[in-house]
């Protein structure tokens, strides 16, 4: 079914749709929307949990292994804080652990949940020594699930990698980082550039709303007294004020 569809994502396809594709495509809308695209969680069965970190996002996936096939349960995503953003990307990744195991709790609580990361210094992550308060007091969190951490090669963490970079989570303001030119031997140079601009539609109509503005206003009365007092006294008298 997707097969057909996928033709016309080649380079230079054109795009016509005849009766059959566009039922496939139809269908296609109808299985992403609809179960069993969800699967009801079997807690017989081990938690898989797959997450991912971007430059501005974490995500994640919870799944099971049923029949042998990856049945998908829930997924998570959220846009990073600020203070986030600074974080090493070891720290980001484990971010991204400790934010999808709060998100599935209740699911990941009765047994120990299979934590599949690209990172693999994680593997190892109850071994190593508390760098700061914040890895200690994400030990203490992941302590209560006792996760089980396995590598997973980034190629095949497609969903989490995905849920952690989506568009409407992008930040407005373009990292220094993501700016680049190209000089003619073809190396690249990173640039730090930095734009502040004034609405000034925004600052007129501020000024306006002064006029209707009693506190504002009573503010502008003392300054035009206090300056016209100031004016009657000798400039050599002006500090005694």
Known sequence: MFNLLKKKTKRNAKIHFNEEQLKNFKELKRRLCNPPVLHLPDFTLPMHLRTDASKFAVGGVLFQVINRVEQPIAYTSRKMKSAELNYPTQQQELLAIVHALAAFRIYCLDKPPIVETGHKSLEGLFTQKMANRRL????????????????????????????????????????????????????SFSLAISEVTTNTELVTKIKKAYSKDREAQSIFVAIKRRNKQSKAVPKNDRHKL
């Open 136 to 187: 200690a007091w994400w030990y203490d969190i992941l302590a209560e699930y006792q996760p089980i951490f396995s590598y997973l090669p980034g190629v095949k963490n497609g969903i989490a990698d995905a849920l952690s970079r989506r568009p409407d989570l992008q930040p407005k303001t373009k990292f220094f980082h993501d700016l680049s030119v190209t000089s003619f031997d073809d190396t």
